[in-house]
């Protein structure tokens, strides 16, 4: 095949207009990626909730006091964020990101005694069991909380799914559904606040797994 001058100068024209196309267009962030990312913007920082879906009794201690999420702790694939209501700081949420194997987003419920020992009932959570959106991810209750659920007698809980998500760039929210149950946090994103004093058992080299 014979290529004239003019012909040499319109392919080679076109293959740097295509390389030069092909170095603006990056390719399309994951979903859970971006999800994790997003929280990763907020390490460091606290800030207040509130529960905008409840229950008045079941939830009572919730609406009734203070809640504060802090982004304390951040590692490349593990964020760790204590949650406070009022005076009770045992409760730290984990969010792990497996880009490896099963490429999915974790999330655990660590619960530790005010002496900052573990709670019985702790370390529950699930897995994602599909890629979720950039502004929420489902993680529907695994083997180790349905086992855990049962033996410590809250045998509703097998079915509860937790929901992470970002409704609005201003806004975090944290939610438990199950039939019957519905039970939802909003934590202002806007403005952060003063941390409350570390989780319990933290101080002491906190370990989580």
């Known amino acids: 095949?014979?290529?004239?001058?003019?012909?040499?100068?319109?392919?080679?024209?076109?293959?740097?207009?295509?390389?030069?196309?092909?170095?603006?267009?990056?390719?399309?962030?994951?979903?859970?990626?971006?999800?994790f990312d997003a929280l990763l913007e907020h390490c460091g920082n606290a800030y207040e909730g509130h529960v905008?879906?409840?229950?008045?009794?079941?939830?009572?201690?919730?609406?009734?006091?203070?809640?504060?999420?802090?982004?304390?702790?951040?590692?490349?694939?593990?964020?760790?964020?204590?949650?406070?209501?009022g005076d009770n700081h045992s409760r730290t949420w984990i969010v792990t990101r497996d880009t490896l194997e099963r490429r999915e987003l974790e999330l655990?419920?660590?619960?530790?005694?005010?002496?900052?020992?573990?709670?019985?009932?702790?370390?529950?959570?699930?897995?994602?069991?599909?890629?979720?959106?950039?502004?929420?991810?489902a993680f529907p209750a695994d083997d180790y909380s349905k086992r855990l659920f049962a033996e410590l007698g809250y045998p509703a809980s097998i079915d509860n799914t937790w929901i992470l998500s970002f409704p609005n760039a201003d806004t975090l929210r944290y939610r438990l559904v199950r039939e019957g149950r519905e039970f939802q946090v909003d934590v202002d994103?806007?403005?952060?606040?003063?941390?409350?004093?570390?989780?319990?058992g933290w101080e002491d080299h906190y370990r989580y797994d």
């Open 52 to 85: 905008s879906l409840g229950d008045p009794e079941m939830d009572e201690n919730w609406i009734n006091n203070r809640i504060v999420i802090e982004v304390r702790e951040c590692e490349e694939n593990r964020i760790r964020i204590p949650l406070h209501v």
């Open 108 to 137: 655990k419920h660590d619960h530790r005694l005010e002496d900052g020992s573990h709670d019985p009932l702790t370390m529950y959570g699930g897995h994602t069991i599909s890629a979720g959106t950039s502004t929420q991810q």
């Open 189 to 200: 994103l806007s403005q952060t606040v003063e941390a409350p004093q570390a989780p319990w």
């Open 1 to 35: 095949m014979k290529i004239n001058a003019a012909n040499g100068i319109k392919l080679g024209l076109l293959s740097s207009a295509l390389l030069a196309l092909s170095a603006c267009t990056p390719a399309e962030q994951h979903p859970q990626d971006a999800f």
